[in-house]
């Protein structure tokens, strides 16, 4: 299986250091990082998702293992609904085909030997910000993620709010007045994700006549700061409704900082600007000004959260 690496953002961890590990369904990212957040080397390969669960599992203990050197505790951030308690995926999409029911611990502890704590890999990278990124030293921290999906993930004193049912953090599933009435990937109808995702904003911009070619959603990011008018509007359409919905979660949550992250977030002003526009109107007047800003520490973000959780852990 093909690997690539890159350097972490400072020297790297010296002495004791846990892996941090992202996965997704299309690549595996594993980082040694130290205990004070600094990240070292990071090994990525393909997620052979294909393969089924074992192959997943296989993938990551391997990638693990090449970092040439033994942690002290692995922590996992991974795609789909997780059970940090009882170390099991609860559900998860096609994308990782019979990942549902994983024992992701377990699994993980047989293969390397060490301690492993998991979780969902929105909540790592929001763990990950809030412990040496863009949320460092805030108490309060909502993070919301726009990809392919819109998750989110709401930190609390270095600690992440799961809800009772392990589902906290589903911000797509909000419901917005410009999606009312159209099906949602879940099931229901209305919800947020339906305008304000990756897919939906792209399929909106064909809808109108736009030609994003082979560039996706990065043309239709280009052409808007051209000042192409359909692309500017869809953009704004989108942000705006997932604005409203961050806004009235702030009201609910009164968060110190919000950060916005995912392929979405690299957009531009085209779609920053209508976003802090819109979250700043549904403010309550306490609230007023608060931060909405990026995540600083890019695809690496989940890692570094990822080995918060398995510095808990270590022996």
Known sequence: MTATTAAGHGPGPAGRAVA???????KISAGLVGADGTLGRVVTVRTPAAQGPAAVLAAVAGAVRSLDSRPVAVGVGSAGVIDPAGGFVLSATDALPGWAGTDLRGGLRALLDVPVAVDNDVHTHALGEAWTGAA??????????????????LVLDGRVHHGAHAAAGHVGHVPSPAAAGRACTCGGTGHVEVVASGPALLAEYLRQGGA??????????EAAEAGE??????LAAGATALGQAIGGLANVLDPDVVLVGGGVSRCGDSWWRPLRAAVEAE????LRGLAVRPGALGPSAAVVGAARLGWAVAA
Do not use: N
Not at 20 to 26: E, L, N, R, S
């Open 136 to 153: 460092a030293g805030h108490r309060s921290v909502l993070l919301v993620a726009v990809g392919t999906g819109v998750g989110g993930s």
């Open 229 to 234: 008018e359909p692309a500017r509007a869809v």
């Open 283 to 286: 403010l309550l007047p306490p």
């Open 212 to 221: 994003p070619g082979t560039g996706g959603l990065a043309r239709v990011a």
């Open 20 to 26: 941090g590990v992202d996965i997704g369904g299309t």
